[in-house]
T-cell receptor, first 114, second 115 residues
C-alpha cells in the first residue's frame, strides 16, 4: 500500500530532551516536507526537501533540523525541544517538486513538550 | 510576503445544499498551484482538488469544483449536494515555484453539515 508513515504517533517529552520523529514514504517521491498544525494557524511548513541531500527552510524552521540521506526517509529532529513546539506534526510527500501534484500526508505525530 | 486567507472560521450548510468556502491568496508570482485539502475529525489530510495558475478552466473533481478568479486572487471551493460526511476542516494552500518550492496553508474553515 502506498503510504507515508510517521513514528511515533504520540510523544510526551520534557524540555531539552532531544527527539527525532521519523517519516518514510514508499512511493519513490522526490519531494518531502514537514508541517506543524496549531489551532487557528492552519499548517505551517517547517522544512522541505526537493531530493536527496537537498533541503530548505519553510516558514517556521527555528528549533528544528532535518536530513535527507535517502529518498524514502525524512526525519525531523528537535535538538532541544521547548513547550512552544507542542503541536501536531505532519510529514508529506509528492512525486516531484514540480508542484502539479498533491501532497500525500502521513497520519500525524502529536507532540507534547512539558 | 505570500499568504493565504480563509475568512470563514466556521460554516453551516444544510444537507444536499451547495456551499462555497472562500480562499484568497496574495503572491506576486505568476506561476503557482492552488490546492484544497479536507481534514475530518479523525485527523488525516485528504487531497480534494488542484488548480494551476495557468489553467484557463476551473478544476472539477466529482462534487468539488474550484472557482478560480485569477485577477481577484481567489480560489473558492464549491461543494455541491453536501453530505453529512463533508463535515470537516477544509484548508486552502498555495504552492509557489519561485524562491524555493514552498507550500503555504490558510487557517482553515470548519464546515458543519446539518441533517
Amino acid at each position: 500500500e502506498a503510504q507515508v508513515t510517521q513514528n511515533p504517533r504520540y510523544l510526551i517529552t520534557v524540555t531539552g530532551k532531544k527527539l527525532t520523529v521519523t517519516c518514510s514514504q514508499n512511493m519513490n517521491h522526490e519531494y518531502m516536507s514537514w508541517y506543524r498544525q496549531d489551532p487557528g494557524l492552519g499548517l505551517r511548513q517547517i522544512y522541505y526537501s526537493m531530493n536527496v541531500e537537498v533541503t530548505d527552510k519553510g516558514d517556521v524552521p527555528e528549533g528544528y533540523k532535518v536530513s535527507r540521506k535517502e529518498k524514502r526517509n525524512f526525519p525531523l529532529i528537535l535538538e532541544s525541544p521547548s513547550p512552544n513546539q507542542t503541536s501536531l506534526y505532519f510529514c508529506a510527500s509528492s512525486p516531484t517538486s514540480g508542484g502539479a501534484y498533491e501532497q500525500y500526508f502521513g497520519p500525524g505525530t502529536r507532540l507534547t513538550v512539558t | 510576503a505570500q499568504k493565504i486567507t480563509q475568512t470563514q472560521p466556521g460554516m453551516f450548510v444544510q444537507e444536499k445544499e451547495a456551499v462555497t468556502l472562500d480562499c484568497t491568496y496574495d503572491t506576486s508570482d505568476q506561476s503557482y498551484g492552488l490546492f484544497w485539502y479536507k481534514q475530518p475529525s479523525s485527523g488525516e489530510m485528504i487531497f480534494l482538488i488542484y488548480q494551476g495558475s495557468y489553467d484557463e478552466q476551473n478544476a472539477t473533481e466529482g462534487r468539488y469544483s474550484l472557482n478560480f478568479q485569477k485577477a481577484r486572487k481567489s480560489a473558492n471551493l464549491v461543494i455541491s449536494a453536501s453530505q453529512l460526511g463533508d463535515s470537516a476542516m477544509y484548508f486552502c494552500a498555495i504552492y509557489l515555484y519561485t524562491g524555493g518550492f514552498k507550500t503555504i496553508f490558510g487557517a482553515g474553515t470548519r464546515l458543519f453539515v446539518k441533517a
